[in-house]
């Protein structure tokens, strides 16, 4: 691997740790843009800021005793929990101790339906949709990625919960409120970690969650009210489950209320995470021609000219890398936060009880002790044997331990089949303007929306 490789933009970081004033002002709009030079190298870290202190941990074994969390130790963190209330409330993402373990074994039976070859057909049907959209677009201008991706990604998991599609009205409303959430809950946390007033801002997030349960609310309502007055007919789909399931102990059903919290967590994690992921792969893409061709030749000679079917994924080790490489340099969850619920020595510091431990992607994923020319886009890292270790232990888009995301799978076979089918479809070219800039709130999106050239393939 050498050093002539493409270095995709992210924040040049700090000279030297800022002060505070100077990390608020950066820390109002994007988190990583805190970021300094050891902050990439460090094994640990310590911030202090007026209403709470924290840790960073960067040392693999740190990383892995936290998100292991053998001795259930490490919850999630009520900040965590404070930034993500109005949009998923107290649901199997946020809930920690014996209020998780018991919605994880409500919940489980609704992951049956991401079985990967069984949602494939849904996945499909939504790209087709997205294509037969793309070729209603005025290609003769560059065209926005961002909403393209959001609509894609959140009817592939609208049709796996509800068994209907997503109309192009309800994803505008879906992209647009999430946008705004996340521009308000950003100054919102700046604000509660300097104990600050919130001015507004949290109400503001509020009412853009309430616009996004507005999109599906009334479909969870009438099939609840449908279920539970005798009248509901049975469908194979994750809110079924949901409807039909009962607490372990108790035998209750979840209420409507906890079914909209449960909802709002598999929409928001099945949509949101894997549009951010796929809009910075055919950004990459559109940097790197000769990726594109190649990848071009891979798919047609898995497919042979038909069209992409689930036992053709299994084939395509490029796009694969490709995914993977994007979740390794933009991953879309860039901090994992953990807190500790007794006092803990890691490495060198004691960390009080109620301490805040960041596990950051990010960092790990970009640190020079992890991996070779750790900046640069290289998706064939993925199959350099001197690069095992760090996909191994180093490389952690989805979390790790028993909090790791059950979606995995699922995300990387609706990222390979929707690139693929852009890839065979389009050569891609990044306009003559500037380079995108990440920005980190809840998921590491654009600060502007990107904007490419789709040029069909002959």
């Not at 404070?82 to 107290?90: A, M, Q, S, T, Y």
Request: with cysteine; charged share 25%.
């Amino acid at each position: 691997m050498s050093d002539g490789l493409f270095t995709p933009p992210y924040p040049v970081p700090h000279k030297s740790k800022a002060s505070l004033f100077k990390r608020f002002l950066t820390g109002w709009n994007s988190w990583i843009h805190t970021l300094f030079d050891r902050s990439y190298t460090m094994q640990m870290g310590e911030i202090r800021l007026p209403r709470l202190d924290f840790y960073i941990a960067n040392d693999l074994n740190v990383v892995d005793q936290v998100l292991d969390d053998r001795e259930k130790v490490f919850p999630k963190h009520e900040f965590l929990n404070e930034l993500l209330d109005p949009l998923i409330g107290n649901s199997v993402f946020s809930a920690n101790g014996k209020d998780w373990e018991d919605q994880r074994a409500m919940v489980n039976p609704a992951f049956a339906h991401t079985n990967l070859k069984r949602v494939f057909p849904a996945m499909q049907a939504a790209v087709d949709d997205l294509l037969a959209h793309i070729a209603t677009l005025d290609r003769s201008n560059p065209i926005e990625v961002d909403p393209l991706m959001t609509h894609v990604a959140a009817d592939i998991i609208y049709r796996t919960i509800f068994s209907v599609k997503l109309d192009q009205a309800s994803a505008d409303q879906i992209y647009h409120a999430f946008h705004r959430y996340q521009k308000n809950i950003q100054p919102g946390a700046m604000l509660t970690l300097y104990g600050l007033p919130l001015f507004g801002y949290r109400k503001r997030a509020r009412r853009a969650a309430a616009d996004i349960h507005g999109v599906f609310g009334p479909i969870v309502r009438a099939r609840y009210d449908a279920w539970h007055g005798g009248g509901g007919t049975a469908q194979a789909d994750i809110l079924q489950s949901l409807l039909e399931a009962r607490h372990p102990e108790t035998d209750e059903a979840f209420t409507y209320e906890k079914i909209m919290e449960q909802v709002s967590t598999i929409f928001l994690a099945g949509h949101e995470t894997a549009a951010s992921a796929m809009t910075w792969s055919l950004y990459l893409l559109s940097e790197c021609p000769h990726l594109q061709d190649a990848l071009a030749a891979e798919i047609a000679n898995e497919t042979e000219g038909a069209p992409i079917a689930f036992e053709h994924l299994r084939g395509m080790n490029g796009v694969r890398n490709l995914f993977r490489e994007t979740l390794r340099l933009y991953p879309p969850v860039s901090f994992l936060v953990r807190e500790a619920t007794a006092p803990t020595r890691l490495r060198d510091k004691l960390l009080p009880k109620g301490a805040m431990i960041v596990i950051s992607p990010w960092l790990i994923q970009r640190n020079r002790n992890n991996w070779k020319c750790p900046h640069a886009f290289a998706p064939e890292r993925f199959d350099d044997p001197e690069e095992v270790q760090a996909c191994r232990h180093a490389y952690l888009p989805f979390g790790k331990g028993p909090r790791i995301c059950i979606g995995a799978g699922f995300a990387q076979q609706e990222g390979m089949l929707i690139l693929a089918t852009i890839v065979r479809a389009f050569r891609l070219r990044y306009p003559d303007i500037a380079r995108p800039e990440p920005v980190s709130r809840l998921t590491l999106r654009p600060m502007k929306a990107v904007r490419l050239w789709f040029d069909a393939r002959a």
